[in-house]
């Protein structure tokens, strides 16, 4: 059973009856086509004017959406050739974190990012894409794999964020997410970040460090999840909704801060309700971007991949209230 | 005048135990300190010149309550931010440090905290000088939002610089040393100290205590558990921190500077 969420029943429930009405017409051969074509219109336009207004939190409650294609199923859907790799040669194997090489419009890549499941079982085996140190070492070692033979490095952002538990303390968390930043801003290939879904705070930067940073229009990335927030700051989680608006978590806000580079359009309703479409927008852009990286030398590369997360949050020298 | 040992209970004379850099005489317990404290019991004295003091942050995100919060926290603290910068000697050997200061909304990394930590890199970059920092910190500061957690990038992207210039980096963690500053720079010292005792970990344990809805043993994410762990160098008492410190710089750098 697909998840319906609140503000999609309107048009889902028409989208329903318009498939009844299509079979019922099949059934009994009668021509319903006005009718239909009517309804399909209608839903459109309820889509299309519920989409143009959606809050933050519905953001993301989209960017959870059960049905959201995952890292596993982009993939599938914009790789040749993919081969998984496993391990940190450390201490395990995290199934959190998807790790491997492949080839995107005819270039050979590493593929790396958070490994959420289709349904609960899968989400269970693969701790929900909440990664343990190894998960997030896995990936560093494939990025630096991919800087020995040249590889540009595409990275696909969907958690709620890192695990956290007491095997996660005791092989450092901390210092496994922090070796990936530093890594990861020195290295000698393009990196390609593309948020997909949730991007939940140091656990998605640990993998989110990259010449381009593009997000799709339904995604979210936040320093903490606004339940999270309301239940620091205001001592309420049931204001979640309010933390959305404030966190300034979505694509377009995230643009409109210099965070990200480019909001990447999604299919009309979600990525859920076509993500053959979604893999082809996203694949436009992803060409188009690593094309140009391509042909820009790895000192450059590093250089302005360092420049570009140095301007954030520049602050001024003000006089007055300080000291 | 006089406080209680939130440890073990024994009541000190304020005067006595500032005497005794803020330890306490019976259990050892660390107090926290102000950054004013921890210049005065690092550096030699009187040799502090501070950097950026008027860098202060904005509200990027127009998050609602954070001027007032700011305003309040630089009215307790006398701070303009949550940590100050400089450079100074210990023991005669000229560093650039830093000193996070958790009274000041618990030491939370937004961007005035980000650009002056890697101001601070970038000081010692210029002028080929070890870096040591002391941090404390909860974490990414939330009502900067994205603003914030970019900045565990832009630190540890400072680090690397000073990494690639082939200078020394000494970061200290002290109580408590969490969330997205435990991971970014805080871990990435050449060398990592810690004080006795100090929080340090990636989520903190209440947190853990709430997901896992188990009691966390006692030690659990202490200076010595993550030194028996194997994720810091050394866990110094604060009465000899001064001397480790001044005997790191000098085997690094030669006879004086």
Known sequence: ?323 | MWIKCPRCGEILYNKDIVKNLKVCRKCGYHFRLTAEERLAFTLDEGSFVEYDSRLVADNPLNFPGYPEKLAEARQTTGLSEAVVTGEGTILGYRVVIGVMDSRFIMASMGAAVGEKITRAAERACERRLPLVLFVASGGARMQEGMVALMQMAKTAAAVKHLDAAGLLYISVLTDPTTGGVSASFAMLGDIILAEPGALIGFTGPRVIEQTIKQKLPDGFQRAEFLQQHGMIDLVVPRARMREILGRIVMLHVGEGN
């Open chain 1, 1 to 323: 059973m697909p998840t319906i969420l609140d503000f999609e029943r309107p048009f889902v429930e028409l989208e329903n009856k318009i498939a009844e009405l299509t079979s019922f017409s099949r059934e009994k051969d009668l021509d319903l086509s006005g009718e239909i074509e009517h309804l399909e219109k209608r839903a459109e336009e309820l889509k299309r004017s519920i989409f143009a207004n959606l809050t933050p939190w519905q953001r993301v409650q989209l960017a959870r959406h059960p049905d959201r294609p995952n890292t596993e199923e982009y993939v599938r859907m914009l790789f040749e050739d993919f081969i998984e790799f496993h391990g940190d040669r450390c201490y395990g194997e995290d199934p959190a974190v998807l790790g491997g090489i492949g080839r995107f419009n005819g270039t050979a890549v590493t593929v790396i990012g958070h490994r959420k499941g289709r349904d609960t079982r899968e989400n269970v085996s693969r701790n929900f894409g909440m990664a343990h140190p190894e998960g997030f070492r896995k990936a560093l070692r494939l990025m630096h794999q991919a800087e020995k033979f040249g590889r540009p490095v595409i990275t696909f952002i969907d958690t709620p964020g890192a695990h956290c538990g007491v095997g996660a303390e005791e092989r450092g968390q901390s210092c496994a997410i922090a070796q990936n930043l530093l890594g990861m801003s020195a290295l000698r290939v393009p990196i390609i970040v593309v948020v997909i879904g949730e991007g939940g705070s140091g656990g998605a930067l640990a993998l989110g460090v990259g010449d381009r940073i593009l997000m799709q229009e339904h995604a979210i990335f936040s320093v903490i999840s606004p339940e999270g927030c309301a239940s620091i700051l205001w001592k309420d989680p049931s204001r979640a909704q309010e933390a959305a608006e404030a966190l300034k978590l979505t694509a377009h806000d995230l643009l409109a801060l210099g965070i990200v580079d480019e909001v990447i359009p999604e299919p009309l309703g979600g990525a859920h309700r076509d993500p053959k479409r979604a893999a082809a927008l996203l694949r436009e852009r992803m060409v188009q971007h690593l094309e140009t990286l391509k042909r820009v030398a790895p000192e450059e590369l590093v250089r302005s991949r360092c420049a570009k997360f140095r301007q954030i949050g520049l602050v001024s020298e003000e006089a007055g209230e300080s000291g």
